[in-house]
């Protein structure tokens, strides 16, 4: 009986030190929140913390619409499209271009294939920032700075390095005589993938679709630089948030935009967060 009143309480302490970790991860989110439904006059004759009076949904209209961000007064809205147009085929084209990657260098074993594995797995590790210049010269060569396109090529260019990774370990578990007995009936290259790899590619497929569409969506850096006006993703284009000088701080309404700048990851980590664990276990044995 001892026993099982010393389980309990060891249970109860673990999850109360849980629940203080989570509400101290969550805080800023709660806060941004909370002043995203609060009028301005509320925030700034109060404090930033705090509950809201009444709820001012309409900081959250007039964020999406009507704002004026970075020198144009259309909210966040245009900013949202450019971060889909540049997010979604960024992370389908890196996704399958990895998958096929993968299958080749895990189940199609040639001379030098490790080396070729090494120097695509060698783009996770090289700094963002080394490759700038590099960047900037491809994307005026091709006629692509400063549009949404150029923007979206570079990230299904550097997705390919983390796609390849995941796709390639997982196949290592596919054993050798599937391929072999597929090969045998007269099926080729693309058959064998198309036909008997990707049918069970779905864990490993999710895992690598929410690391590409996280990982894309919340980049900063390339969206500052190579981007600018009205063609930057909401990452960047939320800077101007913070250097507004000939209009009000309107901290309701500014909240709200990012809230909503944030609400797809989100939305991608809740719904798919449980698939994503289960996806990078799946290989893990053989």
Known sequence: MNRDIVYRWQRIGIYAVLILFSLVYLLPFIVVLMNSVRD????????????PKELRFSNWSSAWRSYCLNGHCGGIAPFMWNSLAITIPATIFSTMLGALNGYSLALWRFRGDNIVFGFIVMGIFLPEQMRLIPWANVLAALGLSNTVFGLAMIHTIQG??????????????????????????????????????????????????????TGIWNEFLYGVVFTSGNRQPVTAALVALTSQIAQAPEFGIQSAAVIIAALPPLLIYIFGGRFFVRGLTAGAVK
């Open 40 to 51: 301005v006059t509320e925030i700034v004759g109060s404090s930033a913390i705090g509950f």
């Open 160 to 213: 390919i390095s983390f796609a390849t990774l995941f796709c390639r370990n997982y196949y290592l578990a596919v054993p050798p005589e599937l391929l072999k007995a597929a090969n045998m009936d007269g099926a080729g290259f693309f058959r064998i993938f198309w036909s008997i790899i990707l049918p069970i590619s779905p864990p490993i497929l999710i895992v690598t679709v929410i690391w590409q569409f």
